[in-house]
């Protein structure tokens, strides 16, 4: 398994520990903060753009076409925490599958391409995961501080790296 994979599967076991801990009004209770969103659009988002690059087969022959503007938008992800749960955890399991960093295809809404790798794509939901985490830590934490959000949660694994060795700086 290569360090994206690692890090991406970390990453979403982070989030199904979050939402193993919101009840479904928490979950789909607009907030100021984000909006008037929901923790569960943005987690439906974030696992959605798993669901679109990890949907394509192994081994294809040609570039496979990865357009996130075209996702689902299942309406269960983000007002169901279970469902969302097992939307992550499939994502999990697609992503633990053996995978050869091949090339694809990355579309936008209006057509443009670009060549783009299964690598550099696991690399760019790692971001794209950690900034949604991020704001909804802080959502949570204004709306509801007596869940527990842990102090990792939304904060990229480089700012992490560079916390233990600053702590590990002043502590010589």
Do not use: W
Request: glycine share 4%; hydrophobic share 40%; aromatic share 4%.
């Amino acid at each position: 398994m290569t360090r994206l994979q690692e890090q991406n599967l970390h990453i979403l076991h982070q989030l199904t520990d979050l939402l193993a801990q919101l009840s479904a009004e928490v979950y789909t209770q607009p907030l100021a903060l984000l909006h008037e969103h929901t923790i569960g659009q943005h987690v439906r988002h974030i696992a959605e753009f798993y669901q679109c690059l990890l949907s394509h087969p192994a081994g294809a022959t040609t570039p496979d076409v990865v357009n996130y503007d075209t996702r689902r938008r299942d309406l269960v992800l983000e007002t169901d925490p279970v469902a969302a749960s097992q939307a992550l955890l499939d994502a999990a399991i697609a992503l633990k599958l053996p995978h050869t960093d091949t090339q694809l295809i990355l579309e936008d809404g209006e057509g443009q391409r670009l060549m783009t790798s299964l690598s550099r794509e696991l690399s760019y939901l790692i971001e794209h995961t950690v900034h949604h985490m991020a704001i909804l830590k802080i959502a949570l934490n204004s709306a509801y501080p007596s869940i527990q959000v842990p102090d990792h949660f939304g904060v990229a694994h480089s700012t992490l790296r560079h916390r233990e060795q600053m702590a590990v700086g002043t502590e010589q």
